[in-house]
């Protein structure tokens, strides 16, 4: 891996030195855009309105309008001069309960690596984060952008989870949320019956990309001449088939997972009791 930044992850008078790198990467296949009609390449031009002029892209700036609707060209060099764009510093400002940061909110993570030739105060504050389960709340530029971010710790590393900013998440105002939706405890219960069958525990590695993977056959079978998904005629569903009731849905749903015993295994028999002891009395 490359990294794509350097500086200090700093938190009061303590500076830990890291170099930071993108956790992910895309595993979508490249592709182009090409006239359908014979495949000849589509290029995009940067040119000049009203005329055929290419700008080169040294010289390509942003306008944005003032608060007057004047438009302002603000340059590259405009940019640079941004106080926030001087600090090459991960500062953390607060450090929150993890389970106080919605995952609404993350964008994209980067791992950090120590810069320095001891690990030690990375790896302290790393161990620290773990054992009080929190988070570090931190600001820093990228790319000419100030990020608010968490650092977490996966599998040992700290990694830089920048953050959505409170205004770039909307708020969820549907209709349905006014409305007095009436649940009966029976279908309640089966629905929480429902989840627990369902229930294990997260492993990434059990779930593929399908459409990454029907692609591939698309393009094979495309470039062999042949035909990777031939039609299925598709029965017609009349909606009325459709289970009305809710509560019978999710029993059929439950009994669909429950596990199923094996042909040749018997039914566990209830244990049976001794039979209780009859006590004589004595005449007195």
């Known amino acids: 891996m490359r990294s794509i930044w350097k500086g200090d992850l700093s938190f009061g008078l303590v500076n830990v030195p890291v170099k930071v790198y993108s956790a992910t990467e895309s595993h979508d296949r490249k592709s182009h855009q090409v006239d359908s009609a014979d495949g000849t390449r589509i290029r995009y031009r940067r040119v000049r309105e009203g005329t055929d002029t290419e700008v080169d892209y040294a010289k390509i700036a ?9 438009t302002v060209i603000v340059t590259k060099e405009d940019l640079a001069t941004l106080p926030v764009n001087r600090s ?24 950090l690596e120590p810069a320095s030739k001891s690990p030690k105060a990375y790896t302290l504050l790393a161990k620290a984060l773990e054992q009080t389960d929190r988070l570090a709340v931190a600001e820093f ?19 830089l989870q920048t953050l959505l900013w409170p ?12 409305t007095d939706v009436e649940l009966r405890p029976q279908e309640l219960d089966m629905a929480a019956s429902l989840i627990e069958t369902m229930a ?25 001449g042949g035909e990777a998904f031939p039609e299925i005629e598709e029965a ?20 669909d997972r429950a596990p199923q015993r094996e042909p040749d295994e018997a039914p566990e028999e209830p ?11 004595r005449a007195s």
């Open 200 to 224: 294990t525990d997260f492993d990434p590695s059990r779930f593929e990309d399908k459409y990454q993977h029907e692609l591939s056959k698309l393009i094979e079978a495309k470039s062999e």
């Open 88 to 111: 090459p510093e991960i500062s953390i400002l607060e450090f929150v309960p993890r389970e106080q940061v919605d995952p609404i909110y993350f964008d994209k993570p980067y791992y």
């Open 167 to 178: 205004d770039e998440v909307r708020p969820p105002e549907f209709k349905f949320l006014d």
């Open 271 to 281: 244990e049976k009791k001794a039979p209780a002891k009859r006590t004589s009395r």
């Open 236 to 255: 017609d569903t009349d909606d009325d088939s459709e289970v009305a009731d809710l509560l019978a849905a999710l029993r059929a749903s439950v009994k």
């Open 62 to 70: 942003n306008a944005y309008e003032a608060d007057s609707g004047e």
């Open 141 to 159: 530029t990228l790319r000419n952008r100030t990020r608010l971010a968490v650092v977490r710790i996966i599998d040992g590393v700290m990694t």
